[in-house]
Structure formats: C-alpha cells, structure tokens
C-alpha cells in the first residue's frame, strides 16, 4: 500500500465554514495532485504540484487553494464551504520519470 | 476531444466466474494506459501500465490488453472473487505535456455475488 495519507476521511460542515483538508506522503515524490470525484463519475483534477512553491490549477475549476511548502505536505483549503463543495477529494502523488501515480484513502466532505 | 469510455457501466457475476470490462479511448497523443480498482470509499488502486508497445500485461488475476491501432483495452478478471468487487477504471495518458495528462473513464463497477 502506498505512504500517502488523508485528513479527515470523513468531514460534515456547515455552509460558510473554512476547511482545510490534509494530504501527506513520505515518499519523497515531487508532483502531488488533487482530484474531486462524483459519485460514479470520473476523477476531475482540480490542482497539482511539481514540486515546493508550485502550484496550478487543474482542468475542472474550484474554488479552492493549495499550497505546497514542503515536499511531503499538499493541503486543499475551501475559504468558504457550500454545498456544491459536498464530493470526495482524493490525493495523489507520482516521483520522479515513474507513470505510477499513488493515491491516498480520500476525504468525503458534506457541506450541509 | 480526448474521451475514455468504459463498459459496461456496470456487471453482476458469480464467484468463481471470469469476466472482461472494455476501455476505448480518443486520447492522442498516447503515452500509457492503466487500469485500476477503486474500492467504495477509497482511493484507486493500480492494477496494470501499459505503454505503446506493450499489447498484454497481468498481475495475478487482473489482465490487461491493449490495441493500441483501434484504441481498445480490456481487463480480463479470472475466477472472480468476492472481494474483486469494486469500480474498476481505465486511465489514459498523453504525450503533449510535462504533466502527463491523464484522462479518467467513469469505471466499471463489478458486483460478485456468492
């Protein structure tokens, strides 16, 4: 199993709350991604990393931020929830020339 | 427009049985195609890669083809098991950019009954 880990797994929170959701890996990998996944539709990148003090949007637009002050630390902030935010948001992470692209456990947050 | 569409959308078998989930892309350029298992409520698993060159590749149970000249992969499960069930999703690759862009299909999710 890959060392890349989400905080919290789960998370209910009312609308107009600031949440940050954490992602850690300790494999020393450079690029670190983020997803949002619908139930029974495809992952939709909102944001990734190519290494510290890197950070770009992804192809589906967000309302969140990331951050990428060290290597093994990725976390996703929404300044405001609503209950359009409400989906599963998984990270990844891929090292160095390698296609492999390691996922973590995800975070299922509800924005009621 | 660079698509991946999988099916069946979903599939029921009984244990024991084998079955293969169908992957067509539009992806260009190619560089690889992965297949993996996402269990409900956590984060998808890799199960195979497969670059240009490659036309079959296994991992245990799971194996994987690819025609790279029609743009078709397949995942064949052999003697399936209960614990195969899951949504099983093909990913493709391209070769345009640094990032490697990866195109996700909806999945496959598989039920094994007992």
């Known amino acids: 199993e890959a060392d890349i880990y989400q905080t919290p797994r789960y998370l209910v929170i009312g609308t107009g709350k600031k949440i940050t959701l954490e992602c850690s890996q300790t494999?020393?990998?450079?690029?670190m991604y983020w997803y949002q996944q619908d139930p029974g539709m495809e992952l939709h990148l909102i944001h990734y990393s190519y290494g510290v003090n890197s950070t770009e949007k992804g192809d589906l637009s967000s309302e969140s931020t990331v951050s990428r002050i060290r290597t093994e630390h990725f976390p996703l902030t929404l300044e405001s929830a609503r209950p359009s935010h409400t989906s599963q948001y998984l990270c990844?992470?891929?090292?160095?020339?390698?296609?492999?692209?390691?996922f973590g456990p995800g975070t299922r947050l509800t924005v009621t | 427009k660079n698509q991946v569409e999988q099916s069946p959308q979903s599939l029921i078998i009984l244990e024991g049985k084998n079955c293969t989930l169908q992957c067509n892309y539009t992806v260009s350029p190619f560089s690889n195609l992965r297949w993996y298992k996402q269990d409900t409520g956590r984060g998808p698993v890799s199960l195979t890669i497969?670059?240009?060159?490659?036309n079959t590749k296994s991992n245990g149970r799971y194996t994987a083809t690819l025609d790279a000249d029609t743009k078709q992969s397949s995942l064949h499960i052999t003697a399936s098991q209960l614990s195969d069930s899951a949504s099983y999703i093909c990913?493709?690759?391209?070769?345009?950019?640094?990032?490697?862009?990866?195109?996700f299909g909806r999945g496959t999710q598989l039920t094994v009954w007992p």
């Open positions: 494999m020393g990998h450079d690029k």
């Open positions: 990913v493709v690759s391209d070769r345009g950019s640094t990032l490697g862009r990866l195109y």
């Open positions: 990844a992470s891929t090292g160095g020339t390698s296609y492999e692209q390691y």
């Open positions: 497969m670059t240009f060159s490659e």
